[in-house]
Structure formats: structure tokens, C-alpha cells
């Protein structure tokens, strides 16, 4: 454990300092994630929002109470588990992140995963979904025709779980896709085993 503290420490230290694109300059803060640092399930958005970029955490804001209200309809909390984002700072006025700014983020995300080694990572939208299937090699589909379904993949730490799931933010104006969420968490869950 002190192996991945130590490791952890060293990708926040690059993190810190990091400009390889503009998002940078307006960023208050670079988001790197947050929870259990060899946590079987890691959650994965999309970016930093307004909220997020203040106070420098993953999923706070309205989304972040419904993720919340998942995990503990689900006997799980935030330090049980990981939460992160595709990149790390705030893209301007919340737009979906460039593919050059994805491609410049990834390496961050790919250390921290390597560190974690999860048994399952769960993609939270399209964007978080397009990333990690392109990363696995997984023939990337219509949200609504993948969502909730388990597949297995491999990253460099070894086999894995790709568990794609609609993002928490798709729900706020729609509580049947809460309900949707809710049922693919109970399954994911499932296959954790926790
Ligand atoms: S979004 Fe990622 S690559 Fe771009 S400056 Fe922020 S940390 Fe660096």
C-alpha cells in the first residue's frame, strides 16, 4: 500500500504542473480523482464542471448527489471506491472536451489506473465511453444499446472489467433513466462481489 501511495504521489506532482493543452490557463483547479487507491471499481466521467473546478473534487453538484444516492442505494461510498474524470481541468462553460485535450489528458488517467489496477472500470457517458473502449480495443456502440452490459478487456496491469454506464448528470431531468442507473449499478455490484 505504501508502494501505490508513494506511486500516487508522483503522478499528483506531474499532474501539478502539468500544460500540455490550453485548458490550463483557465483551470482553478486540476481534478485528479479521489477514494480508495486500490479500489476494485473505478467510476470514470467525463470532465471537471463549474463545481468541480472550485473545489477541486470529482462529482459534486447536483450529478454528484445522484451518484451519491447509487452507491448508497448500493452499500457503497465514495472512499470504497474510485472516482475520476477523462481529463482534469474544466473545459470552458462545461463543452465536452476536444479530442486533442483527451488525447493530451490520457496519460494521466492510464497512470493512475496502472496504479489502481481495478477489477472493474465503469465509463460514465459517451465521451468516458469512447475513451476507454478506444484504449481497450472494444467496438464502441449506441449508449443505449451498451449500457449496463459487462465486457472483458485488457490494460497493461492485466484483465479487466469494461462496465459502461449512463452518466449521473443524464438523470437529473429524468428519473427513469435513474432507474436505469440504478439497476446496472445493482448488477455491477454483483459482478464486484463486494
Ligand atoms: S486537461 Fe489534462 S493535459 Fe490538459 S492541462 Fe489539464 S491536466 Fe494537463
Excluded: W
Aim: hydrophobic share 40%; net charge positive.
Amino acid at each position: 500500500m505504501q508502494v501505490r501511495e508513494s506511486e500516487i504521489q508522483k503522478i499528483k506532482t506531474k499532474l501539478s504542473s502539468c500544460d500540455k493543452c490550453p485548458l490550463c490557463n483557465q483551470a482553478k483547479n486540476k481534478v485528479f480523482g479521489e477514494g480508495k487507491i486500490d479500489s476494485p471499481l473505478v467510476l470514470i466521467g467525463e470532465a471537471p464542471g463549474k463545481n468541480e473546478d472550485e473545489q477541486g473534487k470529482p462529482f459534486v453538484g447536483y450529478a454528484g448527489r445522484l451518484l451519491d444516492e447509487l452507491l448508497s442505494q448500493n452499500g457503497l461510498t465514495r472512499e470504497k471506491i474510485f472516482i475520476t474524470n477523462i481529463i482534469r481541468c474544466r473545459p470552458p462553460m462545461n463543452r465536452r472536451p476536444l479530442k486533442t485535450e483527451v488525447e493530451a489528458c490520457s496519460s494521466h488517467l492510464i497512470d493512475l489506473l496502472n496504479i489502481i489496477r481495478p477489477k472493474i472500470i465503469a465509463p460514465m457517458g459517451n465521451s468516458a465511453i469512447n475513451f476507454i473502449f478506444n484504449k481497450v480495443g472494444l467496438e464502441n456502440k449506441e449508449i443505449g444499446e451498451i449500457h449496463g452490459t459487462p465486457m472483458n478487456a485488457k490494460l497493461s496491469f492485466g484483465d479487466l472489467i469494461i462496465f459502461p454506464l449512463y452518466h449521473p448528470a443524464a438523470a437529473i431531468y429524468n428519473r427513469k433513466l435513474f432507474t436505469t442507473l440504478l439497476e446496472d449499478f445493482e448488477k455491477m455490484v454483483k459482478i464486484l462481489g463486494v
